[in-house]
C-alpha cells in the first residue's frame, strides 16, 4: 500500500512556521528526496524534472511532531482504575500487563502509532518494560508496526528487576533477572539501532523507574548504553508518592538519586519530572538533561503540573509527550500542544507558554531530547522532510494568527503528513495501512489482553 517517495514534492502558498527562523506568511517548500531542499517566501522557483505539487492555501505548514513519550502496548489496557494515583493505578494494571504476548503488541502498537500519525506525529519514541516469558519477540513486534504504519521511531528497551520481594512496586512475576535484561538490551541495540543521519529506527536503554528498578541495573544499564553510544530513558518525580518512596528507600529524592546513578547529561531524557526543585531544574539545564513533559497523563493521574516554563527558561530540553494510553486515553499528540499551554497557565499565569513555544516543545524540543536536532523538529535546508500541513480553513477560519488557530482551537484536520518525504497521512487518511485495520488491530489487542485466553 506504501508508495515510493516521488522525488520532488513542491508545497506553495502556505504560512510556514520553521520553528527555527522567522515564519512565512506565504511561502513554499521543496522536497527532494527525503529532504528539505529549499523554503522561503512566494511561490517555489522552477524545479526541473517530474514533482508533486501540493496547493498549501488555507493551510499551516509545521515541522512533523515529535512523541517522547510512550507505551504503545498500552492501547490494549485502557481504561483501568479511572480514579486511581499512579500507584494504585500501577498495582492494579501489572497482572493484566503480565499477559500480553507479540500479537497484542502488535496490533496495540500498529493502533496506537496510527493514532498518532492522525495527530501530526512523524517521530515516536515508545518505552516498552515489561517482557513476559515465553511470549513471542514484543520488541520486535513493536519494530514491525512501526514499519508498516511509516514513523521514524526510537523504541526504548526497558526493563523491571525490583519485583515486591526486594522492596519494589511490581509483583515479583513481571520482573527480569538483571544478566538477562543486560543482555537482551545490548542485543536488541545491536540487531536495531541505526545511528545515520536520516535513521528511522534508534534505540534506547531505558529501566523503567526508581520504585521498580535496583540501583544496579541503572547504573549498568547507563554503562551499557555509553559503551553502546545510545541514548538513555527512564520515569523520573512523576509523583509526591515517588518522592516518598525515594526518600525512604535510598535516603534522597529522585533527581538526586538519578544524580548519584550516573542519570544526569546530554544523553538522558526523562519522563514527567513534575516535582523538581529549583536546585533540580538548574541541573537539568546545567548538563543537557531532557524532559518529556506529558501534560494529559500528569492530569489523568493527579500527579501535578511540570514546572516546564522554568525548565525553558533556564535552558533545559523539553519535549512533549502523549505518554501510554493507559494513563492518557487515546491522548492526540497535537492536542498535547493545547494542554500543555493551558496548564502552565493555570498555575503560573497567562504567559507562562505561548503558542510558538508550545509548538516548539512539540518539534524541536523533543528532537533534542532524543538527540536529532541536527535532522529533524524545523523546517530548514538539509534537514529530513518531516512536514505536517494543517488545514485552517472551516471553522479554524474565524482566527487570523494560524498558529493561535492552531495551538488554542482544537486540532485542525491533516492535510497531508510526510515522513522523510514519503506521504503518511493524506487529506485526513492514512496512506500507509488503512486507518479501520488499524483500529480494529488495536481494539483486538484489547479484547485479547482482557479475556487472556492465550495466557
Ligand atoms: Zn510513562
Redesign the pocket.
Known sequence: MRDPAPRRVVVENAHIVPVKGEEIPSGHLVIEGDRIAAIGPGPAPYVPGEAERIDGSGCLATPGLVNT?H?LYQWAAQGVTPDGTLFEWLVASYRLWARMDAEVVSGAATAGLAWLALSGCTTSSD?HYIFPKGRGDLFEAEIEAARAVGLRFHPCRGSMDRGASRGGLPPDEVVEDIDEILGATEEAVRKYHDPSFGSMLRVAVAPCSPFSVSGELMIRSAELARSLGVRLHT?GAETADEDEHCVEQFGVLPVDYLDRLGWLGPDVWL?HCVHLTDKDVRRFAETGTGVAHCPSSNGRLGAGIARISDLLAAGAPVGLGV??AASSEMTPLAGEIRMAMLMQRARYGPRALTARQALETATLGGARCLGREAEIGSLEPGKLADVALWRLGGFHAAIDDPVVAFAYGATPPLARLLVGGRTVVDNGELRTVPGEAAARAGADAHRRLRTGDHV
Open positions: 513519550h507505551h518505552h520515569h519522563a505518554d501510554g
